[in-house]
């Protein structure tokens, strides 16, 4: 495997950084955030992305909210009803991404870019936009009290044995 690092300045995004690649690509290619811990099977994703015809695949990620109170339903000031202790379930965004390589040609030059804004630009031109659940360990550790759970977990998850 071939590494090469550089500086970006300014910071031009997560999306606005492949701007940056000199090669041409022509295949489709994963973008991960780089503040992930995963054992996500890229393969699947891949085989996902070509089987059904993806433009742009999102790994998404099961988050669950849990409200630990009784939840008022109502209408001004009435209530309608109480909803006790829901939970909430969400797809959320894994920071896991397989586009094909033409949509490189959608990142505006110089602009700062998301991955987000790159997908409400792909939404907008009708592109097939799919998600791929993540089952597999995913741990974003951006926050230090993550970080430290990934070291508690590390070999659990990853280790030899």
């Known amino acids: 495997m071939r590494i090469d690092d550089l500086l ?3 910071p031009p ?3 606005g950084a492949l701007g940056l690649l000199r090669e041409t690509l022509e295949q489709p290619f994963f973008v991960t955030n780089g503040d992930l811990l995963t054992k996500a099977d890229f393969r699947k994703i891949l085989d996902f992305h070509r089987e059904e015809e993806s433009d ?4 998404a990620v099961r988050y669950d909210i849990s409200v630990p109170y009784g939840v008022l339903l109502q209408e001004d000031d009435h209530i309608k ?3 006790e202790k829901p939970v909430y379930r969400h797809d959320v ?6 586009m094909n390589p033409e949509l490189r040609q959608r ?5 700062r870019t998301d991955m987000t804004d790159l997908m409400t630009t792909l939404l907008a031109e009708k592109k097939r936009l799919l998600t ?4 597999e360990y995913w741990l974003d550790i951006g926050r230090h009290p993550d970080l430290e759970l990934a070291r508690a977990e590390f070999d659990v998850h990853f280790g030899e044995g």
Do not use: D, R
């Open 56 to 59: 742009f695949t999102v790994g």
């Open 107 to 111: 990142i505006p030059k110089g602009q």
């Open 132 to 135: 791929y659940p993540i089952i």
């Open 93 to 98: 965004n894994a920071g896991i991404y397989l």
């Open 81 to 83: 009803g109480i909803v």
């Open 13 to 15: 995004g997560t999306a």
């Open 8 to 10: 970006e300045q300014p």
